[in-house]
Nanobody, 127 residues
């Protein structure tokens, strides 16, 4: 079955950096786009970024300019490099892959039951 396991979260200082990773298994990684979302306490889950099978990327406003998504088909892993972290980046970060879809289309940012989700990794940005 589809499994997504996030890692790399932790405590970071404002202005610092973290790189999150998501190891995928149970499906043919090369055939599906991959996305990152986050959910802060008391808030709805928020889309951050998406990478299609050909490496093309899409970023939501919350991620533009500071976050970089990438995928590695050799290791079935998707990464999220986060720079210049701010306290408001504190959240649980989730990776996701769709039931169907190779390219990040108009619906990639919708939180839906058609996504498979990882268990999440906590990121806390604080001095």
């Amino acid at each position: 079955q589809v499994q997504l396991v996030e890692s790399g979260g932790g405590l970071a200082q404002p202005g610092g950096s973290l790189t999150l990773s998501c190891k995928a298994s149970g499906f043919t990684f090369e055939y599906y786009y991959m996305s990152w979302f986050r959910q802060a306490p008391g808030k709805e889950r928020e889309a951050l970024s998406c990478v299609s099978v050909d490496g093309r990327t899409v970023y939501a406003d919350a991620a533009k300019g500071r976050f970089t998504i990438s995928r590695d088909s050799d290791t079935n892993t998707v990464h999220l490099q986060m720079n210049n972290l701010k306290p408001e980046d504190t959240a649980v970060y989730y990776c996701a892959t769709p039931e169907v879809g190779a390219y990040c289309g108009r619906t990639w940012a919708r939180v839906s039951d058609s996504y498979y989700w990882g268990q999440g990794t906590q990121v806390t940005v604080s001095s």
